[in-house]
């Protein structure tokens, strides 16, 4: 039975790396929003706070809206790979 499972073909294929923004790239998407309107000012604050951060897409995405406390002090809650639980300010 065990040299039935070695003798099984290891599958072998090359994993893309995952890429990240340099810095130009992040500067121009901080650059985008029209900050001088509220949704310009909404989405700066939000890509700010991605790079700023380290959170991936994954992580933003299912935000729930109750992990984001905003008040005296707004903080987000992340909830990232493996169950790993951070609040930022």
């Known amino acids: 039975m065990g040299t039935r499972v070695l003798a099984l073909p290891v599958n072998r294929a090359d994993k893309t790396l995952m890429g990240y ?3 130009a ?3 121009a998407l901080l650059a ?3 900050r001088s309107c509220w949704p310009g000012r909404r989405d700066h ?3 700010l706070t991605w790079s700023n951060r380290g959170a991936r897409v994954s992580d933003v995405t299912t ?3 109750d992990h984001v406390c905003c008040g005296a002090t707004t ?3 992340l909830h990232g790979q493996g169950r ?3 609040t930022v300010p």
């Open 75 to 77: 903080v987000l809650a």
């Open 45 to 47: 604050a939000w890509r």
């Open 21 to 23: 923004l340099t810095r």
């Open 32 to 34: 985008a929003p029209e």
């Open 25 to 27: 790239e992040v500067e």
């Open 84 to 86: 790993q639980e951070r």
């Open 63 to 65: 935000w729930p809206r």
